[in-house]
């Protein structure tokens, strides 16, 4: 038979019960709010509505004239309509003449046609037809283009985004994808929340983050690390100079992107900045003690043998193009302080424009991707970008 | 509801025990001969392991880089690689006392704190058993037991020692309380009735102390110790749990449950625990990194982080386990303790899921084993209490005590510590070799080439001689992998050091991402690598022995290996000319196997 329980114990079980359940959940909620805060420190930072621009420097006619410029501009048109146009020429092309750019000649894509080519699936669709992939999928991160899978697709990591980056497209663009629609902001997280500080292929990355992010805190990669533009620039110029996509001069121009946003915005320590500084004077250094009696520079630009066993495709003229119109085009955006002499810069600025010259028209066509940076260079050599360069003076 | 008396407890007790002379007190029998000379061995086998080469010297480093900055590392101060990536140092205190010890005794000293903590956990595993089971041979029986299921962990020093003596205190006081802690189910024995009253008003106010004061303590220290402090909470809280379940079962009443005695004490006891173990530099953070610990993605490719494989020893010793387990349930009259079968449970889902949690199932496993085993051998001691009781040629062989066999005892005590290496500063003799202290594999010879000739740039190196490098290398050597790093590298990181180990295809690459000037390549595990970094373009051999082959760029270590093999080509024909060289001559470069080594 069942006795039955006093009040007063009753009220004791009760107070018992409360307290003891009052601190497990106090401790539990203490351990919540922590653990929401661990997590609060994996947040995205916070993106800019329109890109940092970085603008020319100089204007030095001694190293390009306007009409050798127009001409060798002329050369360089994107003539990419029609028919499956390598999306790699097309995001290089438009890196190279901005949404501004407008032709007069029907085969040249307009900037906008390249944008839209690139961030518009119906676009996309039309001139690459149903058979192929779309350029932008959705993976866990977010969207972004497909990379290194055949001629459809972005050639390195993050160069389209960046190349978007460069000719200012605003973070709320509008992109147009099979699936839906976002914005250029899904694009730019994706790449946040995949990056790693040790991928493969991080420069376009470097520049992506420099010109969209609001402020220089650090942030929290996906694999836990934090990072800031330090650090960034620390892993730019572990490899040896050479290594690297185009020779290395990617990463020269990561850095020198990062010196021109840190001018704009505060996003390098005081040591940082000139650890890149001292870097990059040994650099032009080294360049300037290699460069050749003729101008360019080579696949060895620093100074070792040359070395051609993984050197496949390009002739001789394209990869002295490429080394040159690389370095050329980082040094047109660089500070003073890094600079070579101005001989350095006459040569090779002038053994661009006559090779560029004498190219032959199927050369161009291959040799698309590097001749755009050639040509940017000698564009922002004369304190201008491409667009802004009256190609009717080249018949002159 | 009632509380009833522990067997084990009666037969200490009894009346007969107490009318022993003196002969009879000092008597000894053969379970206790068998557990002394088991515990000779084992501080014997203790003094003797020898010190690995891997991530007991990362915590010595980081020991002393806590006490040279007097503060806890945010970052690994030794991985530039792990750059940025937050560290919560959950062994900080164990790392300091390595640090210590290292730095007052040298390798001994380590050698010695490791068979002195671990040798104090089994006694203390062996009084808990004895306390709970009241029998000297079923303790020993379940120590070897444990010491059995757990052997893959056993011979290793890291700071999981002291969470293992933590534990082992934590049980003793556990056991001790579970003399009174007993729910009795079978209410028809009115004959038990009266003694759960009794003795729950009996618990000893030492219990007490222990209870309300002790534990919280060892969680206070086990926090700062080791990372593993949570399991000693869920023991804790399984305990309560357990309780709470049984008092739940058979009364059905939660006023019951909640004004149980013990139900209450375990749980107070388990908040002071919580808020014992909070006292740690990083306070709740430290839970929760303990809790999110083996979801890093590295450890999945961490052999002891790995899922159980039944093939493996561990798995082996897991199935037996569950065999004796369920053999001892089957004959055992002993009533089965929730608590036991909780711990029992999560612990064999946790080391299925990681094998490295073997260790601290065998540990609740034979504590909850333990009373089944005394239920279930017999206890020749209880058929014949006293010598005085039974007719002397009736004593079975395994009942016998005598002096004699106490004298052989003492002797055999005497014997395992004076022939200990802890035992050679007291009593004087040759201290252990060093060669005999650090593990084969330890990579000396290397440590003094690279202190000699240090490398600038980055350093590839197998991660578990990560640590010695840092430990015994030149300073600010920068590697590339530790063992106790492993978790702080960012996951790229991990996966191309992995990709280089394996000699994976377009490894060269990777090493290159790295800007890699120099590789050290265990010969014997890596055969692979050694082919091929050999073969590497730019690189060439600097360093060689039987363990190691060390290749490098950097021209101060091209020359340094061209002036050493120089030098050593000279000398080496002026000692034919001088007919001087003779078998087991030291090469150049080659220390001698007793110099100390201090890391």
């Known amino acids: ?396 | 509801m009632s509380v009833d008396s522990h067997p084990g407890t009666i037969e200490s007790l009894t009346p007969v025990d107490k009318k022993r002379s003196h002969r009879e007190m000092l008597s000894m029998g053969w379970p206790q001969l068998i557990t002394c000379l088991w515990f000779a061995v084992l501080f014997f086998y203790f003094g003797n392991v020898h010190i690995f080469y891997s991530d007991i010297w990362g915590h010595v480093s980081y020991g002393d880089w806590i006490i040279a900055n007097q503060s806890l590392p945010q970052f690994d101060p030794f991985l530039s690689l792990a750059a940025g990536v937050p560290c919560i140092d959950a062994a900080w205190l164990s790392q300091i006392i390595f640090a210590k010890v290292n730095s007052v005794l040298g390798v001994r000293g380590l050698s010695h704190i490791f068979a002195l903590t671990v040798f104090t956990t089994h006694v203390l595993f062996w009084f808990a058993f004895y306390l709970k089971s009241g029998r000297v041979g079923v303790s020993t029986l379940a120590s070897f037991l444990l010491v059995v299921i757990s052997s893959s962990r056993i011979a290793i020093i890291r700071p999981e020692i002291f969470g293992s003596l933590c534990v082992a205190v934590l049980l003793v006081i556990m056991a001790w309380s579970e003399k009174y802690d007993v729910f009795k189910s079978d209410l028809s024995r009115t004959d038990d009735l009266e003694k759960p009253q009794k003795q729950g008003a009996k618990t000893s106010v030492g219990l007490l102390f222990s209870l309300y004061l002790g534990i919280p303590l060892i969680f206070l220290a086990w926090a700062n110790l080791h990372g593993s402090f949570v399991v000693g909470l869920a023991i804790l809280g399984l305990q309560f749990l357990g309780r709470v379940i049984e008092v739940g079962w058979r009364t059905r009443s939660l006023i019951q449950i909640c004004t149980d005695k013990w139900v209450r004490r375990w749980l107070i006891v388990t908040e002071l625990s919580v808020c014992g173990a909070l006292l740690n530099p990083y306070h709740i953070d430290l839970f929760i990194n303990s809790l999110t610990f083996p979801r890093n993605p590295n450890l999945k490719d961490v052999l002891e982080w790995e899922p159980l494989e039944f093939r493996d020893a561990e798995g082996i010793w897991f199935c037996f386990s569950w065999v004796i387990m369920l053999v001892l349930y089957r004959h055992s009259r002993e009533r089965v303790r929730t608590a036991d079968v909780l711990r029992v449970g999560l612990l064999s889902l946790a080391v299925i899921v990681g094998v490295r949690m073997i260790g601290w199932f065998s540990v609740v496993f034979v504590y909850a084993m333990v009373p089944h085993l005394a239920n279930v051998l017999p206890n020749w001691s209880q058929q014949h209490p006293g010598l005085d009781m039974a007719p002397p040629q009736k004593i079975p062989f395994w009942a016998k005590k005598s002096p004699v066999i106490t004298a052989f005892c003492v002797l055999i005590l005497w014997f395992g510590f004076a022939f200990s290496n802890i035992a050679t500063p007291l009593f004087g003799g040759t201290p252990r070799k060093l060669d005999k202290i650090y593990s084969e594999g330890t990579p000396r010879q290397l440590t003094e080439f690279l202190k000699a000739h240090p490398p600038e740039g980055q350093v590839w190196n197998p991660q578990w001689w990560g640590d010695w490098l840092v430990s015994d290398g030149p300073p600010q050597m920068n590697v590339f992998m530790t063992t106790n790093a492993v978790h702080l590298a960012p996951p790229r990181v991990w996966k191309d050091y992995l990709g280089i180990a394996r000699a994976s295809r377009g490894w060269q690459s990777v090493a290159e991402k790295y800007n890699v000037s120099t590789l050290i390549v265990h010969k014997e595990k890596q055969v692979k690598l050694d082919e091929e970094v050999r073969r590497l373009k730019g690189f060439q051999v600097v360093y060689e022995d039987d363990l190691s082959v060390v290749v490098s760029r950097e021209p101060a270590l091209i020359s340094a290996a061209k002036q050493t093999k120089e030098a050593g080509a000279k000398q080496a024909v002026k000692a034919i000319e001088a007919d001087q060289l003779e078998p087991g001559q030291l090469e150049p470069g080659q220390i001698e196997s007793d110099q100390e080594v201090q890391p």
């Open chain 1, 1 to 396: 038979m069942q006795t039955k329980t006093p009040f007063r114990t009753k009220l004791r079980v009760a107070g018992f019960l409360s307290f003891h359940i009052l601190l497990v959940s106090a401790a539990i909620c203490w351990g919540a709010v922590r653990f929401h805060s661990w997590e609060q420190q994996k947040q995205l930072p916070k993106l800019r509505l329109n890109p940092l621009q970085v603008a020319p420097l100089y204007d030095r006619p001694q190293i390009v004239s306007d009409a050798d410029l127009a001409r060798v501009l002329y050369r360089l048109r994107p003539q990419f309509r029609g028919k499956s146009p390598q999306i790699n020429y097309v995001d290089h092309a438009l890196r190279f003449w901005g949404i501004e750019a407008t032709f007069d000649d029907p085969k040249s894509l307009s900037g906008i046609e390249m944008r839209d080519i690139l961030l518009d699936h119906r676009r996309f669709d039309q001139v690459w037809g149903p058979e192929a992939k779309p350029l932008l999928v959705q993976n866990q991160h977010g969207i972004r283009p497909r990379v290194q899978q055949g001629l459809a697709t972005s050639s390195h990591e993050d160069h389209t985004l960046a190349s978007l980056a460069e000719v200012g497209t605003p973070v709320d663009y509008p992109i147009v994808t099979s699936e839906g629609e976002t914005t250029l902001a899904a694009m730019i997280q994706e790449s946040l929340r995949s990056f790693s500080l040790n991928q493969l292929e991080y420069e376009w990355s470097t520049l992506v983050f420099a010109l969209y992010l609001q402020d220089s805190a650090d942030w929290m990669t996906s694999e836990g690390q934090f990072v800031n533009f330090d650090l960034i620039a620390d892993r730019i110029m572990r490899q040896q100079p050479t290594k690297g996509v185009c020779y290395g001069n990617h990463r020269l121009h990561a850095l020198v992107m990062l010196l021109r946003v840190d001018d704009q915005t505060p996003i390098l320590t005081e040591e940082g900045r000139e650890k890149i500084i001292r870097y990059l004077k040994n650099i032009t250094s080294m360049l300037v003690k290699t460069q050749s009696d003729e101008g360019f520079w080579d696949k060895n630009w620093d100074g070792h043998k040359l070395d051609l066993s993984s050197e496949k495709a390009f002739t001789p003229r394209a990869r002295r193009i490429l080394a040159t119109g690389h370095a050329m085009e980082w040094w047109a955006l660089a500070p003073q302080e890094v600079l070579p002499p101005a001989e350095t810069l006459q040569k090779a600025g002038r053994w661009l424009v006559s090779s560029i010259q004498e190219m032959p028209e199927s050369e161009i066509k291959n040799s698309y991707t590097f001749l755009s940076h050639a040509g940017r260079a000698l564009a922002l050599w004369r304190g201008k970008f491409p667009s802004q360069i009256d190609l009717s003076l080249q018949g002159k």
